[in-house]
């Protein structure tokens, strides 16, 4: 196939994993500034002297909260945003390094949101129990209260977008002979009625295979071309579309088709 426009550089593992990794190291550095965040406003609020002692400590946090949130957040959207430009794509979506960051970043926030939440029902039993519930009890629960809002919301969000990805891409390919791997179906319409019928078979293929299913479109004012193998760069400099595909016959013809997207 010939494009008359340089065509996108293909993503490998290597693409995804550059963008993967820095999110995740983002999304670690957004969660601790939260939960410092919260932390310190839990502080400040069981605090007796806003001036000195649990107050001083508070805005040191605050400074530590702002600063790891500066780092961490742009850092986090940055790199997200580029790989959520991918996820239209099914092998994006089933690819290994995307399903082991959703699922070691829920399966991480969830483990320690449940920590954090054993160690806030615990302190809470045992200060409930000697009667002394009140500021120093909120200041003992500023941390594991911090977690529980910050991995709770990040586990429910990745969750979110691992069902949405397994809703998408269910899963592999169906097996097919000889244990060829199918990356990708191209369907050519030319015109009524064939377009909707190759519409049609696109969405069948799509949801059959959950790969993905380029649609062509080839002008019904020109016919089929076959040349000989000589003749085939100026069947292609004389088409019209953006795309040229080539069809080697045994017996030396060509048959060029040109088309452009549906």
């Known amino acids: 196939m010939v494009r008359r426009r340089t065509a996108a550089t293909t993503r490998l593992d290597v693409h995804r994993v ?33 001036l000195a002692g649990d107050g001083a400590i508070a805005a040191g946090d605050v400074i530590t909260a702002v600063t790891l949130l500066a780092v961490g957040g742009p850092v986090w959207a940055w790199f997200w945003r580029r790989a959520q430009r991918h996820a239209a794509d099914p092998d994006e979506l089933r690819s290994t390094p995307r399903r082991l960051y959703l699922l070691a970043i829920f399966g991480v926030a969830a483990l320690v949101a449940l920590g954090a939440t054993l160690n806030v029902a615990v302190v809470l039993f045992e200060d409930i129990a000697r009667g002394e519930t009140g500021r120093t009890t909120l200041h003992d629960l500023r941390i594991p209260i911090g977690l529980v809002l910050a991995t709770g919301v990040i586990a429910g969000y990745h969750a979110a977008v ?28 030319a015109g ?32 089929l071309l076959t040349v000989r193998a000589g003749q085939v760069a100026d069947a292609v400099r004389d088409g019209d579309q953006p795309v040229a595909i080539i069809l080697l016959q045994p017996d030396g013809e060509t048959a060029v088709i040109t088309a452009k997207d549906r």
């Open 192 to 223: 009524e009625p064939s377009r909707e019928l190759a519409d049609s078979l696109a969405a069948e293929l799509h949801e059959q295979f959950g790969v993905r299913v380029r649609r062509l479109e080839r002008p019904t004012d020109r016919p």
């Open 18 to 50: 550059a963008d993967y990794l820095p999110a995740a190291v983002g999304l670690v550095t957004l969660t601790v500034a939260v939960t410092t965040s919260v932390a310190a406003l839990l502080a400040a609020l069981a605090a007796d002297d806003q």
């Open 162 to 189: 691992y069902r949405r990805d397994r809703r998408l891409a269910p899963g592999p390919a169906p097996d097919r002979p000889h244990g060829a791997v199918l990356r990708q179906v191209i369907v050519i319409g």
